[in-house]
């Protein structure tokens, strides 16, 4: 016991030494505050007062010697891969925004857009149902698309900062009138279930945080 000891105060001393040494290499890159962390967690770990530390190691290594290999391995290969990840974190990162980019690209272009084609549907409205003071309505017509969100050029408009400013549209198709969210931030509900698209029906409910609507398919004349 003695013995260890004594190797874990010269083991300490050597690793304060070389603190200087390695604060001249390492410590002026971006990665400085990951190799102090770690650097001070390999100097707790040999101080004389963690000296069991050094006891259960040497008897891994003693009983073990392929299984602390391997655990060196893999903590080297930590090691190396959270370096890397930090030199190259911006690069990364953009392509994983790219990633995702493209992937909405791909959701949007799934959604139908363009002039609509000869298509015989009644008018429809919409009733916003509002928490003080009467419900308002819009009407929806089959010859344009009907669009909700938080700019001041749609059809409703939704201020609520927490609404995308293209949300939704209602586009008439010959099926109905069909639903579709516009990849918005908070997702759009019809009768509590979240959609990508859905062909209204007389009674449905949409949401779209905080505010609810009505589809209602006896719509007045509109325009």
């Not at 990633?99 to 609509?116: N, R």
């Not at 929806?140 to 059809?155: A, L, S, V």
Request: glycine share 6%; aromatic share 8%.
């Amino acid at each position: 016991m003695e013995n260890v000891k004594k190797q874990g105060n010269k083991l300490a001393h050597i690793l304060r030494q070389t603190e200087p040494f390695l604060k001249k290499i390492f410590f002026i890159t971006p990665i400085r505050t990951l190799i102090l962390i770690i650097f001070q967690i390999i100097t707790f770990l040999f101080l004389p007062r963690n000296v069991f530390a050094i006891s259960k190691i040497e008897k891994i290594l003693k009983n073990h010697p392929v299984k602390f290999a391997f655990i060196m391995l893999g903590v080297c290969g930590v090691f190396v891969g959270v370096l890397l990840l930090l030199s190259y974190s911006k690069t990364v990162f953009a392509v994983i925004r790219n990633l995702i980019t493209a992937k909405g690209e791909i959701e949007k272009s799934k959604i139908p857009t363009g002039k609509i084609g000869d298509i015989s549907l009644p008018n429809a409205r919409l009733i916003l149902k509002e928490p003080e003071g009467e419900n308002k309505n819009f009407i929806i017509t089959p010859r344009k698309e009907f669009w909700i969100g938080r700019d001041e050029d749609n059809e409703l408009i939704l201020k609520k900062d927490i609404v995308s400013r293209k949300h939704a549209k209602i586009r008439p198709e010959k099926e109905g009138y069909v639903l579709y969210d516009m990849l918005s931030r908070n997702g759009t509900r019809v009768n509590r279930k979240k959609i990508k698209g859905h062909v209204l029906r007389n009674g449905d409910e949409i949401f779209i945080r905080p505010y609810s609507l009505i589809f209602d398919e006896e719509g007045e004349e509109g325009e």
